[in-house]
């Protein structure tokens, strides 16, 4: 029995952290190569033909110039500013839609997306964690992974998310941009450098001429960031100026006059705020009820991440207080309910799709965060009211137990999550293997290159096209219908230089 016992404490300490942060971002790896994979079917749709595209595409044709395109760029997003929405920053960013530039180029959406998306979370947990916290790097590894890995496989909308540029840009983008202003903030607090300052406002202009829900989370964010940091460093107070930058670029991105014409009927009155209010709350406990408490993978995932985040900080001391941890998660957990108040506020009811995508990577990441901060106040604790000795001797027994059976958990775990298939049947990368091993994906790639031939030849200039004989799976497509004035079609013929595109059953 005792050499059993040795021979299973001499194996989980082999498997150190390092050797268990590789493992996993291996997993992580596989996971998202079926979905680079199948981007090679995806096309572009909706609204990636409109919003001025034609336009856009005609002036590359004939020029192939940047600076033409660039100076047409401009000039349309201001005409969108003016006629239909006052998103700016996010406007200008989708009028370089890939297929404008090569009928073929689509497919580099999804890796732009999914890099933006994990460089910008990578980043600011590496700030929060080893640059402030002085957590080992193969810990944050871990955690990071674990975190990318869940939300990216639990998306409540991929296609949305990673596969359509145009609503990619205006949410998942904008969204990366956001943990990159957080990343540069708390750098320059910590550093001081300028530059870090200048990425910072930068940032945050581009923010403010987004989408709203980052317009709404945004701020709340950075003022936690300086309430938490002022007292200790007066360079906080230069966050100010990203936080009034990002202020003057959420007005005029609020009072465009196309949010008027898009929005007109939408006023305000009291009563209006407060069912906001009770809408929001209701519907965020309804999602994190749904969505998290009763999905067990992600569960099991946060437990995991929460015994990592502890043995990564347990046995230090923090220049950091961790005074506030009420404050702190009301502020964090009410910044995820304000993130539901601007679909309710327009009239369109609760948030979906891409909207969806934004709440649940940010409710994920803020869990991480708030056990983060809860840990620290939990130890801070302890160590006050049990003393140095006591708590360096809780924390030896504690890493002592986790240093040699964590590899045990984490492989009860995967057989956990295993042998139950439907915990993971609607995973990204489930769907889209299924997709790819199926032949729909190939069958649906086929029948869009039969589509963008007629669309593409100059001779025919009523486009009848046939209807799809698969769906798009977890790629998006916004179809055309039989109706050639449906604004999908006239968006299309536009693009395409035709004078009429609809279905022909």
């Known amino acids: 029995m005792d050499r059993m016992r040795m021979m299973m404490v001499r194996i989980g300490r082999w498997f ?17 190569i079926p979905m680079l994979v199948a981007a090679q079917y995806s096309r572009a749709s909706a609204d990636d033909f409109g919003w001025y595209a ?46 404008i530039f090569h009928p073929r180029a689509y497919f580099i959406v999804p890796y732009i997306m ?13 700030c929060i964690l080893v640059k402030i916290l002085k957590m080992n790097k193969s810990v944050y590894g871990i955690i990071t992974f674990l975190y990318l890995l869940i939300t990216i496989q639990y998306i409540p909308s991929t296609g949305e998310a990673f596969y359509w540029f145009n609503g990619a840009v205006a949410y998942t983008l904008a969204y990366a941009i956001m943990l990159l202003s957080l990343y540069f903030c708390l750098e320059f607090i910590r550093g001081g450098q300028k530059r870090k300052l200048f990425f910072a406002i930068f940032t945050a ?13 945004f701020p709340l964010l950075l003022i936690l960031i300086l309430f938490l940091f002022v007292s200790s460093r007066k360079r906080a107070l230069y966050l100010l100026v990203p936080l009034m930058v990002f202020t003057v670029t959420a007005v005029i991105n609020m009072k465009a006059p196309g949010t008027s014409v898009r929005g007109g009927e939408i006023g305000f009155n009291i009563h209006k705020v407060f069912t906001v209010i009770y809408k929001s709350i209701y519907s965020g406990l309804k999602v994190v009820r749904s969505d998290f408490l009763g999905n067990p993978v992600i569960l099991i995932s946060m437990i995991i991440i929460t015994l990592f985040i502890v043995g990564g900080m347990v046995g230090k001391s923090y220049e950091f207080p961790f005074k506030y941890p009420v404050f702190f998660v009301i502020m964090t957990f009410g910044s995820y309910l304000a993130m539901f108040a601007p679909t309710y506020y327009a009239g369109v009811g609760a948030p979906f799709g891409r909207m969806s995508n934004l709440i649940f990577f940010y409710f994920t990441l803020s869990l991480i965060i708030n056990i983060v901060y809860l840990t620290g106040w939990l130890l801070r604790v302890i160590r006050e009211k049990a003393g140095e000795n006591k708590e360096e001797k809780y924390s030896k027994g504690f890493l002592n137990i986790w240093n040699t059976y964590k590899i045990y958990l984490l492989l009860f775990s995967a057989v956990l999550i295993g042998v139950n298939t439907h915990w993971y049947e609607m995973t990204a990368m489930t769907r ?20 963008y031939e007629i669309l593409m030849d100059e001779n025919i ?3 009848q096209i046939k209807p ?12 055309i219908g ?10 299309a013929a536009e693009f395409f230089q035709k004078d009429s595109v609809y279905l022909k059953r």
């Open 482 to 491: 039989e109706d050639a004035n449906e604004w999908p079609n006239t968006a």
């Open 114 to 126: 999914i890099f933006l998306f994990c460089g910008g979370t990578a980043l600011l947990i590496y």
């Open 205 to 217: 202009f581009f923010i403010g001429g987004g989408n709203y829900l980052t317009v709404v989370l």
């Open 16 to 32: 150190d952290d390092n050797k268990i942060m590789k493992g996993i971002a291996a997993v992580f790896g596989v996971t998202i």
């Open 461 to 463: 200039k009523d486009a």
């Open 432 to 451: 889209t293997v299924k997709y790819l091993a199926s032949g729909e994906a190939a069958q649906y790639g086929r029948e869009m290159d039969v589509r």
């Open 468 to 479: 799809l004989t698969v769906s798009a799976g977890p790629l998006f497509l916004y179809d």
């Open 54 to 99: 034609s336009v856009r595409k005609q002036v590359w044709d004939e020029t192939h110039s940047i600076v033409h395109f660039t100076s047409t760029a401009l000039r349309t997003t201001k005409d969108i500013y003016n006629e239909w929405q006052g998103t700016f920053t996010t406007t200008f960013v989708q009028a370089f839609q890939p297929e």
